[in-house]
């Protein structure tokens, strides 16, 4: 299991989930909307979650049928940020967040 991070945090970019990660697993760039873990890192411990101040974060069992995209984008950014970013956009701007 990992942790995802959803729509809420897009133009949020709060970052506490960042400073609490005891793995450094969660990452953010400038150019970026949201930020997003890296699963393959994730201990799966729970403190991101706690430390989101907008409920943008959930266990990939948890994510909610709606945000189900952002498991895998969360994933992609790692091999493919250009096509999360714009991917992020799309769904911003169309609002279907």
Same mark, same amino acid.
């Given at each position: 299991?990992?942790?995802?991070?959803?729509?809420?945090?897009?133009?949020?970019?709060?970052?506490?989930?960042?400073?609490?990660? @005891?793995?450094?697993?969660?990452?953010?760039?400038?150019?970026?909307?949201?930020?997003?873990?890296?699963?393959?890192?994730?201990?799966?411990?729970?403190?991101?979650?706690?430390?989101? @101040?907008?409920?943008?974060?959930?266990?990939?069992?948890?994510?909610?049928?709606?945000?189900?995209?952002?498991?895998?984008?969360?994933?992609?950014?790692?091999?493919?940020?250009?096509?999360?970013?714009?991917?992020?956009?799309?769904?911003?701007?169309?609002?279907?967040?």
């Amino acid at each position: 299991m990992t942790y995802v991070i959803t729509a809420a945090c897009i133009d949020v970019i709060d970052q506490s989930c960042i400073e609490v990660c @005891p793995v450094d697993c969660i990452h953010f760039d400038e150019e970026d909307r949201m930020c997003y873990v890296e699963p393959d890192v994730c201990i799966d411990c729970a403190v991101c979650e706690a430390a989101c @101040p907008v409920g943008a974060i959930f266990s990939d069992k948890e994510v909610p049928s709606e945000a189900h995209e952002f498991t895998q984008l969360n994933k992609l950014w790692f091999t493919d940020k250009e096509q999360v970013r714009a991917m992020v956009t799309e769904i911003a701007d169309n609002g279907t967040f």
